[in-house]
């Protein structure tokens, strides 16, 4: 059975666009792969968090996590700090790295663009992405279009070392979602769904209360023409909010540009709203019963002691193949 492995930051709420784009791909994968789900904690370091405020939000992803669909059953479900392997193994990336291609990274331009004191930590996240990666002999990671750049990396990475020391990587595949890849800003089209964006009615949480939902949605913008039709250089606006009807109604772009034929942004808004309101409910439901459970904590448990079974076996490889410490 091929392995695969994801994570996802836990700063601030996870907006549809995360669903869409990673999350809701987890559930149908765990019936046929090997999954790790991770919740990369020390990746959220690499900017200033408020304690108080981290630890609640990690906690609220494991929560989620679990909301969406994940069976502990069959999937491992963890937190990356846990399993301290992943900063030993990214250390050894950082190493075998080199400083060019970590600033040709575009999350590392955009976000360091104009800033007079930037995290050295911003700059070699990639590297521990890698390492989170390359722990669990992953065959396939499944990401947004957006971190396509950094699994590139860590392909580059694992080649790189196993051609220099010793072949016990495995190269991992990208594995992207073929509709709503790229969910796109409510307000800026133009700009991807963030839920770091200043502009709250941007973006839509997995919690937010449906009339939050109707709000952000009927205030979407779209175009003067009026006329539900995908296009997605003229009319991103709407193109956008067809990708996400299509995406939690089931139903296909042309199958939901026929049934609005003749009518107007209102009613198709509308029914958008309620669409997306009736996806999420159950989701809502099952995160307030898990959130403050200790059924959380003992799946919690549960996946820091398979990961760090797993990942401690690669740890002891990569120290052999570099000859780190004493052989065992």
């Not at 304690?51 to 937190?79: C, H, M, Q, W």
Request: proline share 4%; hydrophobic share 35%.
């Amino acid at each position: 059975m091929k392995t695969i492995f994801s994570g996802i930051q836990p700063t601030g709420n996870v907006t549809i666009g995360n669903y869409i784009g990673a999350m809701q791909q987890f559930v149908d994968l765990q019936h046929d792969y090997n999954c790790y789900f991770c919740i990369v904690d020390q990746h959220a370091i690499t900017v200033p968090q408020d304690r108080l405020e981290l630890r609640k939000n990690v906690r609220s992803l494991a929560a989620l996590y679990l909301s969406i669909g994940l069976d502990p059953e069959k999937a491992t479900i963890f937190i990356q700090s846990e399993v301290p392997a992943h900063a030993q193994a990214g250390w050894v990336m950082q190493c075998i790295s080199y400083i060019g291609e970590l600033e040709r990274m575009t999350q590392f331009k955009d976000k360091s663009s104009g800033k007079d004191a930037v995290s050295s930590g911003l700059l070699t996240y990639p590297p521990l992405m890698a390492a989170d990666i390359l722990l669990y002999k992953t065959d396939i990671v499944p990401v947004g279009d957006d971190q396509k750049q950094h699994i590139e990396l860590t392909r580059d990475l694992a080649e790189r070392f196993n051609k220099k020391y010793n072949e016990i990587f495995t190269i991992p595949e990208i594995r992207l979602p073929q509709v709503g890849a790229r969910v796109m800003s409510l307000q800026e089209p133009t700009k991807k769904m963030s839920k770091s964006d200043a502009n709250k009615k941007a973006f839509i949480t997995l919690l937010d209360d449906p009339k939050t939902i109707e709000k952000k949605i009927k205030s979407a913008v779209t175009d003067s023409e009026g006329i539900v039709k995908f296009d997605k250089e003229n009319k991103p606006g709407v193109s956008n909010l067809l990708s996400i009807y299509s995406i939690f109604s089931g139903k296909s772009i042309s199958e939901i540009e026929e049934s609005y034929a003749g009518k107007g942004y209102g009613d198709f808004k509308g029914d958008l709203a309620k669409v997306v309101i009736d996806a999420l409910s159950p989701i809502q439901e099952r995160y307030n019963s898990l959130i403050n459970s200790e059924e959380l904590d003992a799946i919690l448990d549960r996946g820091a002691e398979k990961a760090n079974y797993e990942a401690n076996k690669m740890i002891r490889k990569i120290n052999n193949a570099m000859g780190l410490g004493r052989k065992k």
